[in-house]
DNA sequence: CGGAACCTCCCCATTTTTGGCGAATAGCTG
DNA sequence: CAGCTATTCGCCAAAAATGGGGAGGTTCCG
């Protein structure tokens, strides 16, 4: 795996970038559409395992909050109410991650998402004019930082990108919004068996088992626009 | 209807932009998940209103290829072989659409999509240029615009936002992977009878009129993370 | 403490989707 | 021009999903 040595460097720009922002700790966390995930921190490894291990992502404010946000958005702005979070958080400031943070949602085509985050232990004024005069270079940072990551699993999912016909992705754009087989026939004016094949090619081509698979795929993959 | 002043704010930003930036054209195009599109731009209403008649966006390679790739694009990387991509080239430029051009795509929670462009008619080596100057200014002034025109919409779709309990979002993730209502019942450890009761009420939460429509919006709102 | 939301289980009838056969025309690309 | 892909049509039987009923337990927030 050559990917060992470029996800170094990633962490490598991580740590700079770190000393440059002169915060605590910097994150940078990616999920792309298959699932895969990876992440380049100065968290120690414990509180990492410990995160994984208890699938904290579910719990995680600062994940939940950005993943339905587009701002970057401050830490004391997301709900912490709700035992878990409040449970998450105690153990997280244990943990060392600083009480104050950062992040900057970052979304790409086939359902990536990635999260970079900044976090310290600065008072609630000093952040407050840390992250005012800072919201641009992070902005930025994140996604410089971003592109690195995407170099390193370039190649793996570009190849594998499937085109489909505009008759595919009529079909499936309907399927998506809801229609069934019958009413999408009917409005794209062909019979039903006809829309099988489109079906089918699409389900071969995005390699899915059924439908709502291939439907799933389709948006993920950013071949849809519903 | 209160949006029509902010859009004109919105129009506002974007031509005041053009003159910053020094260019012949910017444009602002957001296509929101539930199909809701506005614009603000200074190309001529007439290509414009040629634009959507003939659905363009379905040929135009800046649409098409900034909506598969994360990185803002010079227009020149762009695909414009193929014979429809090609006559669009040729109406486009006819129309007044600089031949030179640079878009930064933008994406959001619940599959929002944006793309902020600037085209020009400089050539090859004083584009390159500017390009190489300003991108990330451009990245920033994206920001700034797409942040602007969240808040014309702020309100109608937050509040329209359902939360799915976990065991909803489980389900519906495994549908979505490609697993049929037996298998992922087996996988949850749950009767095929309490999955459907799920199913159910995560179709009735999304407004979803069957699985693949509930699939389908649970991961153009970001509720899904497959 | 009481309501609300969540999680779990069950049956039957009907509708919808899928699997497995096959086949013809048109258009673009090498 | 040959080859590939896209588009379009059909039938039958099996598998899967949906609609419409009902019911008991836990957990959490006000």
């Given at each position: 795996m050559q990917s060992a040595a470029t996800l170094d460097d990633l962490q490598g720009h991580i740590t700079g970038l770190r000393d440059v922002f002169d915060v605590e700790h910097l994150v940078y966390h990616s999920v792309n559409s298959t699932g895969q995930q990876y992440a380049a921190l100065t968290y120690s490894p414990a509180w990492v395992a410990r995160y994984i291990e208890q699938d904290y992502a579910r719990?995680?404010?600062?994940?939940?909050?950005?993943?339905?946000?587009?701002?970057?958005?401050?830490?004391?702005?997301?709900?912490?109410?709700?035992?878990?979070?409040?449970?998450?958080?105690?153990?997280?400031?244990?943990?060392?991650?600083?009480?104050?943070?950062?992040?900057?949602?970052?979304?790409?085509?086939?359902?990536?998402?990635a999260l970079f985050t900044v976090s310290d232990r600065r008072t609630d004024a000093k952040w407050e004019k840390y992250t005012?005069?800072?919201?641009?270079?992070?902005?930025?940072?994140?996604?410089?930082?971003?592109?690195?990551?995407?170099?390193?699993?370039?190649?793996?999912?570009?190849?594998?990108?499937?085109?489909?016909?505009?008759?595919?992705?009529?079909?499936?754009?309907m399927l998506a919004m809801g229609y069934n087989r019958a009413q999408t026939a009917e409005s794209l004016s062909i019979s039903e068996h006809t829309l099988r094949v489109y079906i089918e090619s699409a389900r071969f081509k995005l390699g899915a088992s059924n439908t709502t698979h291939a439907v799933a795929r389709g948006l993920t993959l950013g071949l849809l626009v519903v």
């Open positions: 719990v995680d404010p600062v994940v939940q909050g950005c993943y339905r946000r587009f701002h970057p958005v401050d830490w004391r702005r997301l709900d912490w109410s709700g035992k878990p979070a409040r449970e998450f958080m105690g153990e997280a400031t244990d943990a060392g991650v600083g009480r104050q943070g950062f992040s900057v949602p970052i979304r790409g085509p086939s359902g990536q998402f005012e005069t800072h919201v641009r270079d992070l902005i930025l940072a994140a996604h410089f930082v971003n592109q690195k990551a995407l170099e390193i699993e370039r190649g793996s999912d570009t190849a594998a990108m499937q085109k489909l016909s505009p008759r595919e992705i009529d079909a499936l754009t």
